[in-house]
């Protein structure tokens, strides 16, 4: 594959600065590019970095920052290599159909170039959007539903009755509407409480491998539009997620907790049941969220509090022992003015 | 589905205040029931939501509590309305058989009313209990065996050797003996101990999605009868857990570490391996066990130690600051004693 | 299967104190084995538990710890335990071939003795190395490599371009070559980055159960020969692991970050992105490391810190509320000495 820079100008909506015959093949960070190679400047500080990288031309924001050199000047560069990507390395797309080894209910639905890969099952009266891409190995139980245009890698587990939106990639593993963790206890005995309700996915959501998503117990566990999930990350029944949050690597979600829009929960971190996590609300790694977080606060640690809070906490621990030696400095100096005052 | 609550009050052995006559369609929370809907008050501290619930009738222990509306009494209010999710939303059954496009060794024997899914393989000599589901794209290594009326979602993995009870729930990418993770390192190479013990799965457990248990070393890694097991769970070569615990999503369990019966591990913590964690033991969120645990006990923090110590713990750390000035005006206030003094 | 002592001491290069014609039939722990085990000690402070046991034979370093007791003495006996086990339970290997049931691409490359098993996937071009043995239901994406000798579990997903080598073993439910996690966010939409680069994994690499390593943006994720990565662990994208290193269950590990060799990661632990972790340093369970890490370090924490601050840290929380104490007791004595001093 290859690019010449006017072509990328024009798909990126770039302005060149430089030859528009010059030919680029692949994107290259700014210390492997080479002549053939495209590369990007989207933090000012790698400006040293760009300006000696041997990079054929470059993506940046601020012409002035690289004198001389070949580029293409956008207002976000960091999005247009993304798309720079895209044209430069092609996602490969099976040839719609129906693979001969995968089993397919009679009464399912399949749009137009939808693609099911080998060994997969689709069961009974399942819909798939036009130009889905159903991966090897996944299954779909009965009524489950897949948007338009959305790509389910292998092995990828939709149960029954649960629904994926449009353009949503799910990566390998993923495994949506297995049941919550609900029993009613009694004499010690956990007697299942049936997990009757669904999952829906909204459109524009990335799940990635390995992730769980429970189905609610009534009604629906919902993950909203543009939201992007990492790996091996437990979102339990009843939960819901607004639109465009990210939840990084390894988190956990308990059971009917709310969080808003432009979440973002870093690695590791989780949240208790029941609970609202707010708009634009950020979450530091390895995080346990205890109680309601209030729209656009930055929280962490164990139990989570205001981040400046978790800063300041673990500044006192590091002087604790510094802390220790002025009271006991203290404490002789108080006895040795207590036996000068005769005590 | 629909049933009258006379048919309901006979199935939950429960005491009908209201007609018998009277039709419902599906359980809903209480601030979502409408008349044609059984909902449940099982807290006491929603009574005001329950008297104000257009619920068409309430599960209630005390009918006092509920004047002048249709209930269903009974000692156990949630217990029967898990109970009545499962007459009004019955859980689908496949009729029993083996698909044709799944694989299944000649000598694996399977019990009456068996149901193999697409795409499943069952190996040499696995046994399969009465009634027993195997989700579509299940993999039995040889010698495996399964309860009966067990049911295994899509995509489990049981690995050679491993045996599952009856009456239990496997959910979809539950992997059950793996490998442990053991070797002998000399001079910097890891070298790998076989992992040739098995793992028993007892009756009536459930394992979440993605869940993993390792195979023992030699002898067996155990899940005792009862216990559930959230998704993402992590359990090491030659663990035992005892009867009736939970384990909540994402806790990891090290090696050979005993747990005994109704312990409960909340979500995200994780245990240290060789040790021993008593019967009805708590330990909470994000906590990490580093030595035994008594019976009874309830722990938590990194590392774990009981409960109340880690809240003081956190109380103090809150405290710190505020200590940290109290230091400081205690030196000056001395310094000036001092100076009084003529030192 | 059963040996004589006389044939385990010539494969493990052992000297046998006893009768070479003796047979054992199994390798068992010191309090579980009776006269035709084998049994082993590494560790001295089990002495008493291998002089009372009833084992037939014992693997030992230092013949003077057991007098009058069947052994054989060999340098490295946990080494050998491990590689007696191998003789006594050798590992079931199926018959080389492809199952009639796997989908095999018509211009992928079979090694000699390599089996493919029942319900595989193997995409377009792939090679698959002599005596390889790819699981049930795994599914290799076009251009996939896998090294002569490895072993893929069932359900193992190897997605496009990606390399596994020679000798590793995968168990059930891994994921190599998701994407990575990676988005340019503007005005709040996420735009997917697309992953362009593989996943290499060396020789003699260990992955347990559900574990998940992206795909690099661009260039390689690398996980180094030799390595052994436990159940559920998480790798991000362009992450690449030294040799030799241990990641132990539930690990995670961001974006970039850069582990030297016989680096240990102990469970629950995770690391920031574009960090380096320095050769042989040992991460802490349930720690979280945010910045470098120097080699030879042993840090733990969150934040991860040296090993002793922790353990300091930790001791000084616990004595906090002493601490208080004494901040009160001291403040009522310089107010009285103030008073005595009229002030």
């Known amino acids: 594959m290859s690019l010449t820079l006017g072509e990328l100008a024009r798909h990126l909506g770039a302005e060149l600065v430089g030859s528009p015959e010059q030919v680029v093949v692949a994107v290259r960070p700014l210390d492997e590019a080479g002549p053939q190679h495209l590369s990007f400047l989207h933090n000012p500080k790698y400006v040293a970095q760009a300006r000696s990288s ?9 012409a002035e920052l690289l004198p001389d050199r070949t580029l293409l000047v956008t207002p976000e560069p960091y999005l247009a290599m993304a798309r720079a990507l895209e044209l430069l390395h092609p996602a490969r797309r099976p040839a719609p159909g129906v693979h001969p080894s995968a089993v397919v209910a009679e009464d399912a639905v399949l749009g137009s170039g939808v693609w099911i890969g080998p060994q997969a099952v689709v069961g009974a009266g399942c819909r798939i959007g036009d130009g889905a891409l159903i991966g090897a190995g996944c299954v779909l139980g009965p009524e489950a539903e897949i948007g338009r245009d959305t790509v389910l890698h292998p092995r990828v587990v939709i ?10 990639i799910l990566h390998a593993g993923v495994v949506i509407g297995s049941d919550g963790f609900g029993f009613a206890t ?4 956990h007697h299942k409480v049936p997990q009757v309700g669904i999952v829906v996915v909204e459109d524009d959501v990335e799940l990635g491998a390995n992730v769980c998503v429970d189905r609610a117990t009534l009604g629906e566990t919902r993950i909203g539009r543009g939201t992007k999930v990492d790996n091996l990350v437990q979102i339990a029944h ?6 465009g949050s990210l939840l990084v690597a390894q988190v956990g979600i308990s059971g009917s907790t709310r969080l808003g ?21 950020v979450v530091g790694a390895k995080s346990a969220v ?8 930055f929280v962490s640690g164990i139990p989570a509090r205001p981040h400046r809070e978790w800063l300041a906490a673990n500044a006192a621990l590091r002087r604790l022992e510094g802390m220790r030696s002025r009271l006991k400095e203290l404490e002789e100096a108080v006895a040795e003015l207590r036996s000068k005052l005769g005590e």
């Not at 205890?290 to 606060?297: L, R, S």
């Open 54 to 62: 041997r990079a054929g031309a470059i993506l940046v924001k601020d």
């Open 159 to 168: 149960e029954d009755g649960c629904r994926v939106g449009a353009r949503c």
């Open 186 to 189: 009694v004499g010690g005995v």
């Open 238 to 243: 009843n939960v819901q997620v607004g639109e």
């Open 261 to 281: 829009h432009h979440v973002v929960m870093a690695g590791q971190s989780g949240a208790a049941g029941h609970l609202k996590i707010g708009d634009q609300a």
């Open 290 to 297: 205890i109680k309601d977080v209030p729209d656009g606060a």
